[in-house]
């Protein structure tokens, strides 16, 4: 078989391009108009009462903590199964993240696990839509206002993902999504911060700009952002029905496989797919998951593990949580003053999260199917992670 060209994603349009060019016209590139529309389309179309819009969605989780107040010897349970962001926002405020074990449905930690981790010092529950499939957030909310929590939604892969008919990063008191040049809604690099409390919106947008009374910061949107951002979430909902179509190809062809298990949406919810995710019964093949992925990938078919970035890999195992030499800021789970959970432990690698460490390791694998990836294309995948399993099967 001729090896594919699988196409890639963003594809700037003629019509990006020209909404650039009058942003440098009109000789305003930073937070002007641009930005302002673009806050209120995404504001209008994700049904929030308030958008504010940032350099990234780092920059948004970072200020999200930070408007919430949440400091040195809080605790934060959060997920392992994330981008470095979705932890590193608890260091940037001196805070200590507690991590949680997945369920194999959502890819996110249950209900009963982070109850299990709420003591006097946790302050918050971060928790993210991993690539655009959905979670619980009903459930967290509930459980966050049982135990006086604040709920900040990591939604960076969800852009138009609806849970029981609302928004992902809609259901607690912040959300953050990201327009980074992979997202499905891409502007280059940025990010929309979400709130339906008005009093935190305000906050955060006083944090936003130097010039507040407080530490503030210098997170602001471009206007070259803003206005790509006005041009493209136009098309957003179409782009995200080709990849549902897309998905739904994949679905029907693989779900009677026996060496394939798939991730499905949950009940209720309207999954965007950044990525479409598969779990491969590996103990039933001759090779490991990064040996198939190999295969399948030298025939034109990026079907990756998660962690081949290695900024993927989870991150009760990443290097910041894990520093050979502690940094100058120090670490808030050794500080002196701290005597939480994390103080006994000291290494955040010792840490065991079964569930989740086994699916990363073991089973789970993604696949883009952003347009213009089209059935043709999906089909020639499906017959080649066919024909790898074949070959490998005892």
């Known amino acids: 078989m001729k090896k594919i060209n699988w196409p890639i994603w963003p594809k700037y349009s003629l019509s990006d391009q ?3 060019q009058k942003v440098v016209s009109s000789n305003r590139l930073f937070a002007g108009k641009k930005v302002l ?30 408007a919430l107040n949440i400091g040195k ?59 655009g ?37 809609t259901f607690g008191d912040i959300g953050v999504l990201s327009l980074h040049q992979r997202k499905s809604l891409s ?54 029905k080709i990849r549902q179509k897309n998905a739904k190809i994949l679905d029907e062809n693989l779900k009677e496989h026996s060496f394939i298990k798939l991730i499905r949406p949950i009940s209720f919810s309207i999954s965007v797919y950044h990525k479409y995710l ?17 295969q399948v990938q030298k025939k034109g078919i990026p079907l990756k593990i998660i962690n081949e970035n290695r900024n993927w890999d989870l991150l009760h195992r ?17 500080d002196k003053e701290y005597k939480g959970f994390m103080r006994k432990i000291k290494s955040y690698k010792k840490i065991k999260l079964p569930v989740i460490e086994n699916l990363i390791d073991n089973e ?4 883009p199917i952003d347009p213009p990836v089209n059935p043709k294309l999906v089909n020639r995948a499906i017959k080649v992670i066919n024909e790898t399993i074949n070959k490998n099967c005892y």
Request: net charge positive.
């Open 73 to 131: 010897g809080d605790e934060i349970i959060t997920t392992p199964f994330s981008f470095i962001s979705s932890a590193s926002c608890i260091l940037m405020q001196n805070a200590v993240p507690i991590f949680v074990d997945c369920a194999t449905d959502t890819l996110s930690p249950n209900i009963d696990a982070i109850e299990d981790k709420i003591t006097k010092r946790t302050k918050a529950i971060i928790l993210v839509y991993p690539f």
């Open 187 to 240: 502007v280059g690099d940025g990010g929309m911060i979400l709130t339906n409390n008005k009093l935190i919106a305000q906050k955060l947008r006083k944090l936003r700009s130097f010039g507040h009374e407080e530490l503030s910061y210098n997170y602001r949107m471009t206007e070259f952002a803003g206005a790509l951002g006005l041009n493209r979430i136009k098309n957003l909902n179409k782009e995200n």
């Open 18 to 20: 020209k909404s650039v």
């Open 37 to 66: 529309n673009f806050e209120n389309k995404f504001r209008n179309f994700t049904k929030s009462k308030y958008a504010i819009a940032v350099g990234n969605a780092t920059q948004g989780l970072h200020l999200a903590l930070a």
């Open 318 to 334: 990443h290097s910041i949580f894990n520093p050979k030499v502690t940094p100058a800021r120090g670490l808030p789970w050794l």
């Open 364 to 367: 789970l694998l993604e696949l």
């Open 133 to 169: 499939y959905a979670i619980r957030a009903d459930r967290i909310k509930n459980l966050s206002k049982k135990y006086n929590l604040y709920f900040v939604e990591d939604a960076s892969h969800a852009h138009g993902m609806f849970y029981k008919k609302k928004h992902a990063g």
């Open 278 to 294: 598969l779990r491969l019964n590996t103990k039933l093949l001759k090779c490991s998951l990064k040996q198939f992925s190999e």
